[in-house]
């Protein structure tokens, strides 16, 4: 405020505390009370919704031509770089899959949750045997070393204190 007064001085001008008092009581204005925010809500609003119709049905034709691409990608996919590392991995950690029909986003996030698990493994010292894909075995020891590590620290704070 005071570098205001200095500038409204300087400048022998009243107007600018003219704005300064205007914003005041503008925003004074806006403040509201708190009678304003107490409601008596005595029921509950309900909302209909409408019913959404059925899609119609797709004519065999649309449905050969999605089956196509769906083939063309899947195909693309097994020939590809990336696809034959996923299936390499799956392989290396004994990760099952279906050979003949490959779904192949389930497969990629089940390789890389197991390679992260594998990691976080790795990091906390625990050493996995990777010839039995086993995800539920891993989780339950990297949390049972998680709660080792913390009952640890927790023993290692009471002792100081």
């Given at each position: 405020m005071?570098?205001?007064?200095?500038?409204?001085?300087?400048?022998?001008?009243k107007?600018?505390?003219?704005?300064?008092?205007?914003?005041?009581?503008?925003?004074?204005n806006?403040?509201?009370?708190?009678?304003?925010?107490?409601?008596?809500?005595?029921?509950?609003?309900?909302?209909?919704?409408?019913?959404?119709?059925?899609?119609?049905?797709?004519?065999?034709?649309?449905?050969?031509?999605?089956?196509?691409?769906?083939?063309?990608?899947?195909?693309?996919?097994?020939?590809?770089?990336r696809?034959?590392?996923?299936?390499?991995?799956?392989?290396?950690?004994?990760?099952?899959?279906?050979?003949?029909?490959?779904?192949?986003?389930?497969?990629?996030?089940?390789?890389?949750g197991?390679?992260?698990?594998l990691r976080?493994?790795?990091?906390?010292?625990?050493?996995?045997?990777?010839?039995?894909?086993?995800?539920?075995g891993?989780?339950?020891?990297?949390?049972?070393?998680?709660?080792?590590?913390?009952?640890?620290?927790?023993?290692?704070?009471?002792?100081?204190?």
């Open positions: 005071s570098a205001i007064k200095n500038l409204s001085i300087k400048t022998n001008s107007s600018f505390f003219d704005i300064i008092d205007s914003c005041k009581q503008y925003f004074a806006m403040i509201p009370s708190k009678k304003e925010h107490e409601t008596n809500i005595h029921t509950i609003p309900f909302y209909k919704l409408k019913a959404v119709t059925p899609v119609e049905e797709f004519s065999e034709e649309i449905k050969a031509t999605f089956g196509n691409m769906a083939k063309r990608v899947y195909l693309r996919m097994l020939e590809s770089e696809g034959q590392d996923i299936l390499s991995k799956a392989k290396k950690y004994n990760i099952p899959y279906n050979k003949s029909d490959i779904s192949w986003l389930r497969l990629i996030d089940e390789v890389d197991y390679e992260a698990m976080e493994a790795d990091e906390s010292g625990i050493t996995w045997d990777i010839s039995e894909y086993d995800p539920a891993l989780r339950q020891a990297l949390d049972d070393n998680l709660h080792l590590c913390l009952k640890e620290k927790r023993e290692m704070y009471w002792d100081r204190y």
